[in-house]
């Protein structure tokens, strides 16, 4: 039986000191085994938490993907084991912290998404595309960006929305008449539309044209704030957020698209977490709301779609406000 061999028997059958053995020995714990799977994947997948620790320490990487997408973490949560799946999401977590930092530290974020802002998109009734065919806006998403709206509009007042894409979430907003409502939109094709679907007309509608990034000086604060670019990342997202204590007015409220990871349950939760932390650490607690979105989603809406951005049965809907407020 070769090393690899040794490890997945080890881990499957929940064997910690023959796995530390081999760790030891200088076992690669890296490994996949003939079907795809790792060492971490199949201790995972057989609850036994020793062993999934021990992998860990000794380097397994906590988001390999078997052949059909699926990590450690995926089994865990998949078979119900808790505990496993507790170890493998602090892990994951602490990884993609750590990662986010040095990254940051070494500027290596600084990626803009001018590229898409200066290629053509095009518009069809039920999505806004890009120059490669990804789907930068799709109508099965309009009972989501409702939920939005609902949530943000909650106690009316000032309304902000940061990407215009199909004007489904604008839409909804208008419904709560809200006292000012300010669309920040980057794209001069997607601008051009708001302006010929007369957007700019409504009396309590303020269009500013430019990237979120360069227009935050015009910006003021409101009472409810939704976030939804294109082409951005993480990162993106997490700078936004650093403004929010300028930008949202006490006992307002802020939600964004969580389309994080949408295209694996365990990374998807990783970075929940992770979003919640960091605006734990602006000062905002944040709950997320789960809304089914297996029936909007059948296999016929992604034709012609070159990126599938949401895999997920449950979307879950963040809402945040400042920690204060959500306590009393
Ligand atoms: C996913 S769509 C928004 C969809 C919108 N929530 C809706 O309900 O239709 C993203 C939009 O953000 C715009 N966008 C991308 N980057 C931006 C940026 N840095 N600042 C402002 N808008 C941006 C895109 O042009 C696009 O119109």
């Keep these: 039986m070769d090393e690899c061999e040794q490890l997945c028997l080890a881990a499957r059958g929940g064997d910690a000191d023959k796995l530390r ?27 036994h938490a020793d062993v999934v620790k021990a992998l860990l320490e000794a380097g397994a990487p906590w988001n390999a993907l078997s052949p059909s997408n699926l990590s450690a ?24 912290l750590v990662l986010g ?17 200066e290629d053509r998109v095009t518009f069809s009734e039920d999505k806004v595309m890009d120059a490669e065919s990804k789907a930068v806006m799709m109508a099965w998403e309009k009972p989501l960006m409702e939920a939005h709206a609902k949530a943000i509009c ?22 709560y008449s809200p006292t000012s409502h300010t669309i920040v939109e980057a794209h001069p094709e997607v601008y051009k539309r708001m302006i010929e679907t007369g957007w700019a007309d409504k009396n309590n509608v303020k269009i500013i044209f430019g990237r979120w990034q360069d227009v935050l000086p015009q910006l003021e ?31 307002g409220i802020y939600s964004f698209f969580n389309g994080l990871c949408g295209g694996n349950a365990f990374f998807h939760v990783v970075y929940c977490n992770i979003v919640s932390l960091e605006l734990e650490n602006l000062g905002y607690s944040t709950q997320f709301i789960p809304l089914p979105v297996k029936d ?23 809402v945040s406000q400042s920690a204060q407020d959500s306590e009393s």
């Design 154 to 175: 909650m106690g009316g007042g000032h309304i902000l929305n940061v990407g215009f894409g199909m004007g489904l979430v604008d839409t909804a907003i208008q419904q």
């Design 221 to 251: 604060s409101y009472d409810g704030i939704f976030f939804d670019t294109y082409g951005e990342y993480y990162e993106d997202l997490r700078e936004f957020h650093q403004h929010l204590p300028k930008l949202l007015k006490p006992g």
């Design 73 to 96: 973490g995926d089994f865990s949560l998949e078979a119900g084991h808790q505990e496993v799946f507790q170890i493998l999401l602090n892990a994951g977590i602490q990884a993609e």
């Design 296 to 318: 909007c989603l059948e296999e016929e809406v992604w034709k012609g779609v070159q990126h599938k951005y949401w895999q997920l049965d449950t979307y879950y809907l963040p």
């Design 101 to 117: 930092t040095i990254a940051r530290k070494e500027s290596r974020n600084d990626v803009c998404n001018g590229e898409y802002l």
């Design 21 to 47: 053995a081999l760790i030891d020995s200088g076992a690669d714990v890296s490994v996949f085994d003939a079907e795809g799977f790792t060492p971490l994947m199949h201790a995972a997948k057989h609850g």
